[in-house]
T-cell receptor, first 111, second 111 residues
Framework: NAGVTQTPKFQVLKTGQSMTLQCAQD?????MSWYRQDPGMGLRLIHY???????DQGEVPNGYNVSRSTTEDFPLRLLSAAPSQTSVYFC??????????FGSGTQLSVL | GEDVEQSLFLSVREGDSSVINCTYT??????LYWYKQEPGAGLQLLTY?????DMKQDQRLTVLLNKKDKHLSLRIADTQTGDSAIYFC???????????FGKGTHLIIQP
């Protein structure tokens, strides 16, 4: 099993550009989520999904869209990047009531 | 909403024990977790405890849970330089709304 795979590892965007952060897991986990990590703020939940076709907002959803067309993939879209979205993004997945597995992160800078 | 609090920094001497503390507010927490993040890396699950347990030991790691006081601690015996990292406490009600993380404790090892 590859676990949770995130791409890209690093990305630099200009304000207003769009991009998609990819996340895939091969463990057949129902639950997938996106977090952002900022200095002094810990991890904050952006969006999550409890299964294919179902998504919901977390603590800081504004400026981000998600979709879950398959069990394996949970992409995070930035439609119009802003400097406030400069952060490290982590994707995670788990089975219901089990531990959370994290990807290795995507470091995003918005200039 | 739920909240998880932990100190931002802890400094210990190599060979001593480290004790990282965490308090949480969600009385319905089912699982409580400790994650470790090394520089430039993702989060790695270190250990977790189910809410009906008081203590869990795993080699150099001891987790203590005081459910009445909503207090969780992680003790690392014989702290080594490789233990230098950020340690995140997290709690989950076992439902679909993700984990709530503390801001992380930076463990600094002094020679």
């Amino acid at each position: 099993n590859a676990g949770v795979t995130q791409t890209p590892k690093f990305q630099v965007l200009k304000t207003g550009q769009s991009m998609t952060l990819q996340c895939a897991q091969d463990m057949n986990h129902e639950y997938m989520s996106w977090y952002r990590q900022d200095p002094g703020m810990g991890l904050r939940l952006i969006h999550y999904s409890v299964g294919a076709g179902i998504t919901d907002q977390g603590e800081v959803p504004n400026g981000y869209n998600v979709s879950r067309s398959t069990t394996e993939d949970f992409p995070l879209r930035l439609l119009s990047a802003a400097p406030s979205q400069t952060s490290v993004y982590f994707c995670a997945s788990r089975r219901t009531n089990e531990k959370l597995f994290f990807g290795s992160g995507t470091q995003l800078s918005v200039l | 909403g739920e909240d998880v609090e932990q100190s931002l920094f802890l400094s210990v001497r190599e060979g001593d024990s480290s004790v990282i503390n965490c308090t949480y507010t969600d009385s319905s927490s089912t699982y409580l977790y400790w994650y470790k993040q090394e520089p430039g890396a993702g989060l790695q699950l270190l250990t977790y405890i189910f809410s009906n347990m008081d203590m869990k030991q795993d080699q150099r790691l001891t987790v203590l849970l005081n459910k009445k006081d909503k207090h969780l601690s992680l003790r690392i015996a014989d702290t080594q330089t490789g233990d230098s990292a950020i340690y995140f406490c997290a709690e989950s009600g076992g439902g679909a709304d993700g984990l709530t993380f503390g801001k992380g404790t930076h463990l600094i090892i002094q020679p």
